[in-house]
């Protein structure tokens, strides 16, 4: 009888085994899927960073174009005003000649 209590035992014990490997299998599956899912969403995330990247050095370098625009600009300012008041001497210095 304890013969087979024992083997009664181990054949359950076995029988729990399969059962949980089959567990344990399962949740693998699940796990290698929502994996999978991650991996996608991770490439799809770089995806979004190359492009904010794209976009933030497109900002700077608008940015950068901007301030040389504005420092042209006063450079183009100053050499117009400097003109008209060269202008105004020579005027002046030709009206003297005369």
């Known amino acids: 009888m304890d013969e087979q209590r024992e083997a009664n035992i181990e054949?359950?014990?076995a029988e729990l085994r399969a059962v949980v490997e089959q567990r344990f299998d399962g949740?693998?599956?699940?796990?290698d899927g929502i994996d999978q899912r991650l991996e996608a969403h991770d490439r799809r995330f770089e995806g979004i960073d190359d492009r904010f990247d794209r976009m933030q050095a497109a900002?700077?370098?608008?940015?950068?174009?901007?301030?040389?625009i504005e420092s042209v600009s006063g450079d183009i300012r100053m050499v117009a005003e400097a003109h008209v008041v060269l202008e105004k001497r020579v005027t002046a210095?030709?009206?003297r000649q005369r």
């Open 27 to 31: 949740i693998d599956q699940r796990l």
């Open 11 to 13: 054949r359950a014990i």
């Open 59 to 68: 900002i700077d370098k608008e940015a950068q174009l901007k301030a040389m």
């Open 93 to 95: 210095v030709e009206h």
